[in-house]
């Protein structure tokens, strides 16, 4: 599964970051894509949905916050996380979604802390 997740790293509580994933072109193709993230010592939940042809939708704790998006010519998937708060410490992934059953590939860790 070609799934690699990058733009992760420190942040104060309030800042940004971009994050980005790489994902296979038949992944991209076929399927609705997804932002996942497991907190420490937690399950890994869905946090953002991009449907084929259908706008985005969020889970509410980032409704508001976190923007996702896609460039199909670069197979590649974003997400914008904005005013970011110590509970969006993570490992974040992205996926189709329903989750390949391939795998998950690379995730990236962000942390939000003062």
């Known amino acids: 599964v070609q799934l690699q997740a990058s733009g992760g790293g420190l942040v104060q509580p309030g800042g940004s970051l971009r994050l980005a994933c790489v994902a296979s072109?038949?992944?991209?193709?076929?399927?609705?894509m997804g932002w996942y993230r497991q907190p420490p010592g937690l399950m890994r939940d869905v946090i953002a949905v991009?449907?084929?042809?259908?706008?985005?939708h969020y889970l509410p704790p980032v409704k508001g916050r976190f923007t996702i998006s896609a460039d199909t010519a670069k197979t590649t998937l974003y997400l914008q996380m904005d005013n970011l708060k110590p509970e969006d410490t993570a490992i974040y992934y992205c996926?189709?979604?329903?989750?390949?059953?391939?795998?998950w590939g690379q995730g990236t860790q962000v942390t939000v802390s003062s």
């Open positions: 991009l449907p084929r042809g259908s706008p985005p």
């Open positions: 072109e038949r992944m991209f193709r076929d399927n609705a």
């Open positions: 996926n189709s979604v329903p989750p390949n059953s391939g795998g």
